[in-house]
């Protein structure tokens, strides 16, 4: 091994990065905005439709940067049981092959608390899910490490010789625990973030197998990220933000390498998954203030505040009320021919009744007025949350 260090010194299996405030800021910002993403009520049916999004992009993103141009909505397909063409099947299989990944890693970790630390096993088990199927579309023996003269180059950049890729493999899987201490159960959240980071660049470096070495440094990322407690729906956050960026994450690898330092990488991967946690937190935000202005419709129309109170009216000022957009303000002609609930509705009522309706609404303020528009009232959800100054 004494070889690696003269070729390799890059793969020195030892702490190479530091912290600035920039980077220990915007840690404090992932740990507290994955609290608050964990700790939101979503509905069943809203959650396991950001949960299926979240697999695909992720599934999508990481086969992608391996040159993977299958579209969302075919990876929607591939999730759902479906199959493309026969031309497409690799691509399939490709796609398929870390859905399986995401979903058993997801079994383990996340449902049945199973957590592990990560071995050659482990490794091995991931390069195997990778491979499957995929034949003479995967340079390699899926589970099989490189061996004697099975060499490689990537870029510019040519990994270490196939003889010692499963011994750097084991040396890196024992320096992780060494240097991160997972068993102690006293691991920094911050660790556990900077530790996923790091296995995926040590991936990168070693270049275990003969092909699916991204995949599997992904995988390896995905498993630690889940293990630290990343909620399920914000899985996807680090492949979609690579494959965003693709051209910055090569060049940034291209750095670890030269220098040996880690700490921009570092840096270039927190930003990215602080701004995709934030981007998580909006739309559980999102569901959550629906739920709120739901549960706020309901308690105006059942209060003594409201008018007419027959069993019907009530309900049909209900559908209203639950289907009026917020979003914008809406004349009564743009809602009767845009919204499918307002036009079945009042399709035999006509505009008097929904006239009536809505002057009702106005005044238990469930939705507002400009000029002969109209839009749900949303707003007035905000004057019952804390203040600040802005």
């Not at 964990?38 to 697999?55: D, F, H, Q, R, T």
């Not at 141009?69 to 092959?97: C, F, T, W």
């Not at 899987?173 to 911050?190: I, T, V």
């Not at 949303?378 to 019952?384: M, N, S, T, W």
Request: with cysteine.
């Amino acid at each position: 091994m004494s070889e690696i260090k003269q070729t390799h010194p890059h793969i020195a299996f030892k702490k190479s990065w530091t912290f600035d405030e920039e980077v220990m800021f915007m840690l404090g910002q992932c740990d507290t905005v994955i609290q608050v993403i964990a700790n939101v009520p979503i509905k069943p049916e809203y959650k396991n439709e950001l949960l299926n999004v979240s697999l695909r992009k992720g599934a999508r993103a990481t086969t992608a940067i391996e040159g993977n141009m299958l579209s969302e909505e075919e990876v929607a397909k591939i999730d759902r049981g479906e199959h493309l063409p026969p031309s497409r099947h690799y691509l399939e299989q490709e796609v398929k092959n870390i859905l399986d990944a995401f979903n058993a890693i997801m079994q383990d970790v996340v449902y049945n608390s199973a957590t592990a630390l990560v071995t050659p096993e482990l490794i091995l088990n991931f390069h195997k899910t990778v491979g499957k199927e995929l034949g003479e579309n995967f340079n390699a023996v899926p589970g099989q490490f490189r061996g004697p003269g099975e060499d490689v180059i990537v870029g510019r950049y040519q990994p270490p010789q196939g003889v010692f890729a499963k011994d750097l493999t084991v040396k890196f899987c024992r320096w992780l625990q060494d240097e991160f201490k997972f068993e102690s159960g006293q691991q920094h959240f911050s660790m556990k973030i900077i530790q996923a980071i790091v296995s995926h660049i040590y991936s990168a470096w070693i270049h275990p197998f003969m092909d699916g070495n991204g995949r599997t440094a992904r995988l390896i990322e995905f498993y630690i990220l889940l293990r630290a407690g990343l909620p399920d729906m914000a899985s996807h956050i680090l492949s979609n933000f690579y494959n965003d960026t693709r051209e910055e994450y090569y060049r940034q690898l291209d750095h670890t390498v030269k220098s040996g330092d880690l700490s921009a990488f570092i840096k270039y991967a927190v930003r990215g998954f602080r701004d995709g946690l934030n981007s998580v937190y909006e739309v559980a935000y999102r569901n959550l203030l629906e739920t709120s202005w739901e549960h706020f419709i309901f308690g105006q129309l059942d209060s003594k505040k409201a008018e007419g109170k027959t069993k019907a009216v009530v309900k049909r000022r209900r559908t209203l009320a639950l289907n009026f957009p917020v979003d914008a303000f809406y004349t009564i002609e743009e809602l009767l021919s845009k919204s499918a609930p307002i036009i079945r509705e009042y399709a035999k009522l006509g505009t008097a009744t929904l006239r009536r309706d809505l002057d009702e609404l106005l005044r238990l303020e469930l939705v507002m007025q400009e000029g002969k528009s109209y839009k749900g009232n949303i707003e007035i959800l905000h004057a019952r949350m804390a203040q600040r100054r802005q």
